[in-house]
């Protein structure tokens, strides 16, 4: 292991992992080699660093436990409340403005109404088409042709 430096082995194992044998090569080794001397005494100062670290207790603050349980109650609550129940309470104002709305103008509509005119029956039938008339396809003099309607618009135009 002399002509090889501990590096690989460091980076690529754990020094907690290392068997004894192990160690004792790189130990042998470091007094020769100065970069993998310092590469193993950063080995060993992670190793303590770790252990410390994980030898640490973090307690929480005093009130954590507190705002926990009341985010989690408050969860609960929203929770426990039915989805339409919630939909109405963010809604409630919008529908109930419209069906106010949609009330008053069917109101107003019922008591506005247009004029009644009276008409004869006998001038509803005159303007109306007889039987024969539609069966055998014959106009009524009343109405206008395609070529009345064109010469009007198109003669109006080329007097001007």
């Not at 590469?39 to 252990?51: E, P, R």
Request: with cysteine; hydrophobic share 40%.
């Amino acid at each position: 292991m002399n002509d090889k430096h501990i590096t690989e082995l460091l980076d690529n194992t754990p020094l907690a992992s290392l068997s004894v044998s192990e160690l004792e090569q790189i130990r042998s080794h470091a007094h020769v080699c100065e970069p993998c001397r310092d590469a193993f005494a950063a080995a060993q100062l992670s190793a303590v660093m770790l252990k410390e670290r994980a030898q640490a207790v973090t307690e929480p603050s005093p009130f954590f436990q507190t705002r926990v349980m009341a985010a989690w109650r408050e969860q609960q609550a929203t929770e426990s409340v039915p989805a339409l129940w919630r939909l109405w309470k963010s809604a409630r104002t919008l529908v109930s403005s419209m069906a106010l709305t949609t009330a008053a103008l069917g109101a107003l509509s019922f008591m506005v109404s247009a004029p009644t005119t009276t008409t004869n029956v006998m001038d509803q039938t005159a303007s109306a088409p007889s039987a024969e008339s539609v069966i055998f396809g014959q106009d009524n003099d009343d109405q206008l042709t395609y070529e009345q309607v064109l010469n009007t618009i198109y003669v109006d135009d080329e007097d001007k």
